[in-house]
């Protein structure tokens, strides 16, 4: 049981263990978590080192992204669809407090914006070029087109 | 190191509580900090390796069980876990980056940056070095080998260049004769 605890049994050996202890026997189940309660005291005796300040700074940090995740998709669970539902097929949906994602959709957005905005030039040109040609006619008495 | 808060406070994690994890941080970074030196003997990595624990702490709170031990033996279990998994993944020896002798203050050093910290720490410490140093040096050095590098008993014994039944035994007397010393103490919560 100690080696089973230790993780050093052979594969055979340590899937019938398992399932020995799976199927609920109590004595063996007992004698287990007393080998691992004991092998997990051998770093007890280890001195605490102080570890870097940096190390919890950005454990900290990330905690802290986590929570405004976490905080973006309890209370905005419609935005975050909406979200998704602009992403490209395949593209996973996250929060919109995850600051990454706002320059991928701004990128898959910039094409459309693109054409729209080439849309709407042609669109003025022609009215522009429509009023040129009526101004022209009535100038110069030139019959309108049928 | 068992409080008889730990447990609320890993409770409070699970929802999400922010403060509560940086009091179990702050109560246990110097202990898994000290082990992930220990098994890794790479100060980066070791930085790696208890940031890695403590935001699986974070992340996967759920899977605390108060009824299977302390937050102690839970924070150390899984930071060797992780700690022998890197060291299996970089499929090299350890690099010795830290002295052998820095490596042994930290096992059987007795100070602590801030021994107000944790008195019951420091108590269960006690126990636990009381009890390690009665083993003999066949026993702890085969222990610490399976224990801090995750080696099979087969490459235990290459190391030691000692018959692998050799080995066995001293592993296995070595962690009886450490059950039975704690229990005697009564050092038996873990």
């Known amino acids: 049981m100690l080696s089973f605890a230790l993780g050093d049994l052979e ?3 340590r899937v019938d263990l398992t399932e020995h202890l799976r199927a609920g ?15 997990a005291l051998i770093p007890m005796g280890l001195r605490p080192m102080e570890p870097p300040k940096s190390v919890k700074e950005r454990l900290m940090a990330e905690i802290d992204r986590d929570l405004r995740r976490r905080a973006g998709e309890a209370t905005d669970p419609a935005g975050v669809q909406i979200i998704a539902d602009l992403r490209a097929p395949g593209v996973s949906a996250t929060s919109p ?12 957005l910039l094409p459309w914006i693109l054409v729209a905005c080439l ?12 009023s040129l040609e009526k101004h022209l006619q009535d100038a110069h008495g030139v019959p309108a087109k049928p | 190191m068992s409080h008889p808060d730990d447990a609320a406070l890993m409770s409070r994690v699970a929802q999400g509580d922010r403060a509560a994890f940086e009091v179990i941080y702050e109560r246990y970074c110097g202990l898994v900090y000290s082990l992930a030196l220990r098994i890794l003997r790479d100060a980066t990595t070791a930085d790696e390796l208890l940031a890695d624990v403590f935001l699986e702490v974070w992340r996967r709170s ?7 031990g302390a ?3 839970y924070l150390t279990t899984l930071c060797r876990s992780r700690g022998i998994d890197r060291l299996r993944a970089q499929k090299r020896a350890p690099v010795v980056q830290i002295g052998d002798d820095e490596v042994m203050s930290a096992i ?5 940056p801030d021994p107000a910290r944790n008195l019951s720490g420091n108590e269960q410490r006690g126990r636990v070095l009381r009890a390690l140093a009665t083993l003999n040096e066949d026993m702890r050095s085969a222990l610490e080998l399976a224990f801090y590098e995750g080696l099979s008993h087969s490459q235990v014994a290459e190391r030691l260049s000692k018959p692998l039944g050799t080995v066995k035994t001293h592993i296995r007397q070595g962690l009886i004769h450490l059950r039975e010393r704690l229990r005697m103490d009564g050092s038996g919560d873990a």
Do not use: H, M, N
């Open chain 1, 11 to 13: 594969q055979g050996e």
């Open chain 1, 25 to 39: 026997c109590p004595t063996c189940e007992s004698a287990w978590r007393e080998s691992e309660a004991t092998i």
């Open chain 1, 97 to 108: 407090a995850d600051c990454g994602s706002w320059p991928r959709l701004a990128a898959q």
């Open chain 1, 119 to 130: 849309l709407a030039l042609w669109l003025q040109s022609r009215q522009d070029f429509a």
């Open chain 2, 62 to 68: 759920d899977r605390y069980d108060a009824t299977r």
């Open chain 2, 71 to 73: 937050v102690a033996t």
């Open chain 2, 108 to 112: 059987i050093g007795s100070e602590t």
